[in-house]
């Protein structure tokens, strides 16, 4: 059974970077079926997919446009996890973050993050 | 970006009595493979989501059978046929035809 354990800062202060990282039981982060992919929900922009990685021979990355410039996605092989950053960030980006696995649907998912970003 | 549409945004069910929620996307879910793009969450109160149906109207494993999907092309339908006080939460329809994925506004399900 795969299951998926998220951590990091609950408080990021603006300008800085948010890091989150998602432990994989279960399964590998290099694994060829499947991508590990990171979400984030918020009252203001609802439900929102950020970007994923996945190994098909070689690494990918994708992001979504909204935070592409701020966004990576890192898989850590040795470690099994994956893991988040997004640069430079506001209070818009206060908001429950999830990771998930999947590549056209996503279970199962971490436990959620939420993170404020106050000074 | 793919816009996804729910209606209603909210639900008050008697337990026993059904349920619908529509869906409906921007442009077209079905891929040249055949498939339909479209999946249903719901995520129960402080949980994480978790997938209901996938591809239309299969429904993932241990869900129950009073949970089913239906539609095509840009018209989708999730219907619940006798509601349960388990089932409260709010519901997700979500495209992954076209990158970034996204979700419609969720349909928040009370009992009454």
């Known amino acids: 059974q795969v299951q998926l354990q998220q951590s990091g800062p609950g408080l990021v202060k603006p300008s800085q970077t948010l890091s989150l990282t998602c432990a994989i039981s279960?399964?590998?982060?290099?694994?060829?079926?499947?991508?590990w992919n990171w979400f984030r929900q918020s009252p203001s922009r609802g439900f929102e997919w950020l970007g994923r990685t996945f190994y098909r021979s070689k690494w990918y990355h994708h992001y979504a446009d909204s935070v592409s410039s701020r966004i990576t996605i890192n898989p850590d092989t040795s470690r099994t996890q994956f893991s988040l950053q997004l640069n430079s960030v506001t209070p818009e980006d206060t908001a429950i973050y999830y990771c998930a696995r999947g590549m056209n649907f996503f279970d199962p998912w971490g436990q959620g993050t939420l993170v404020t970003v106050s000074s | 970006d793919i816009v996804m549409t729910q209606t209603p945004l909210s639900l008050s069910v008697t337990p026993g009595q059904p349920a619908s929620i529509s869906c409906k996307s921007s442009?077209?879910?079905?891929?040249?493979?055949?498939?339909?793009?479209l999946y249903w969450y719901l995520q129960k109160p402080g949980q994480s989501p978790q997938l209901l149906i996938y591809e239309v109207s299969n429904r993932f494993s241990a869900v129950p059978e009073r949970f089913s999907g239906s539609g095509s092309g840009t018209d989708f339908t999730l219907k619940i046929s006798r509601v349960e006080s388990e089932d409260v939460g709010i519901f997700y329809c979500m495209q992954t035809i076209l990158l970034p994925y996204t979700f419609g506004q969720g349909t928040k399900l009370e009992i009454k």
């Open positions: 442009q077209s879910l079905l891929e040249s493979t055949g498939k339909t793009h």
């Open positions: 279960g399964d590998s982060v290099s694994s060829n079926s499947a991508a």
